[in-house]
């Protein structure tokens, strides 16, 4: 699982997103199409991102989740949250039944539920032990939006609980999760854009020291306006030349010059309302 970090930065709760793709028998993916695939637009106000061992379950829980929202003019943070939920726990019962129950001769999970206690006796206790530590291998980031503008950001586990990090203003999921959180806990941060995107880029860099295989790091901002911009590699492989040559005192440090090199790569991007040089407000983009 690879790791993805999600922070809302100051002072207008725009989103940074840091995930990556690697590199395996020559095959490599763009930037355009691995956040396509690492980071999904829900809605314009709305992404997903997973970090996955097994991947098989992540696009069809995307789309459970999808034909959800479609069925409402409007809802709520906390009803994309329980979507979220009840896709992942009907997936787990999915796999549960493919891998448990059929041999026992049980069509869907409902059966094992009314007739397995009886039936199985104490292999019932054992199969309920096994559902209990059943998961995905998939893990997600809900960021986004709600209709009053207010920013989100949440967690949604291969078990399909719900671990809400607005508080926190960043969430990290992937097997290196504990290094990365570790690595952003070492100093408080007031979340100033500048400074959260080079904390993010170092602790995603942190994760990756001393594994094997080529990984490129992408970035993906996201903005009260709907705006999406992915950042290519060029700029970032910068960032993480001069993190990896002087790790004692980090990229932070020389962030600003290197920030000036995604702002130019954003700004090739043709996204004028999102950066030209400087952050709008939602109100001063519509006058421009």
């Keep these: 699982m690879t790791t993805t970090i999600v922070a809302i930065t100051s002072p207008w709760d725009f989103f940074v997103c840091v995930s990556d793709e690697m590199t395996v028998h020559g095959d490599r ?112 980031i809900v960021y986004g939006y709600d209709f009053q503008k207010a920013a989100h950001l949440f967690i949604v586990s291969g078990k399909g609980e719900i671990l809400d990090q607005r508080q926190f203003k960043y969430a990290v999921i992937g097997r290196n999760r504990s290094l990365a959180l570790s690595y952003l806990r070492r100093k408080a941060s007031n979340f100033e854009f500048i400074a959260t995107v080079g904390r993010l880029l170092e602790a995603k860099f942190f994760t990756e020291a001393g594994t094997d295989g080529e990984k490129s790091t992408t970035i993906t901002f996201k903005g009260r306006l709907g705006d999406d911009i992915s950042v290519a590699h060029a700029p970032i492989a910068q960032i993480k030349g001069i993190w990896e040559t002087d790790v004692s005192t980090g990229a932070l440090s020389k962030i600003s010059s290197l920030v000036a090199a995604i702002q130019e790569e954003m700004e090739d991007a043709n996204a004028p309302l999102f950066w030209r040089g400087q952050f709008l407000s939602a109100a001063e983009a519509t006058t421009v």
Aim: net charge negative; charged share 30%; aromatic share 12%.
């Design 29 to 140: 993916q763009s930037a355009e199409a691995h956040a396509a695939i690492g980071n999904r637009i829900l809605t314009p106000d709305w992404n997903v991102a997973h970090s996955a061992d097994d991947s098989q379950y992540v696009a069809p829980i995307i789309e459970v989740v999808k034909e959800k929202i479609k069925e409402k003019k409007t809802w709520s943070a906390d009803e994309l949250k329980e979507y979220f939920s009840q896709a992942c726990s009907a997936a787990i019962q999915r796999k549960f039944l493919d891998r448990h129950l059929r041999r026992y001769g049980y069509e869907n999970f409902e059966q094992f539920r009314q007739r397995g206690r009886q039936e199985l006796v104490e292999q019932f206790y054992k199969l309920c032990q096994i559902l209990d530590d059943a998961e995905l291998g998939s893990d997600f």
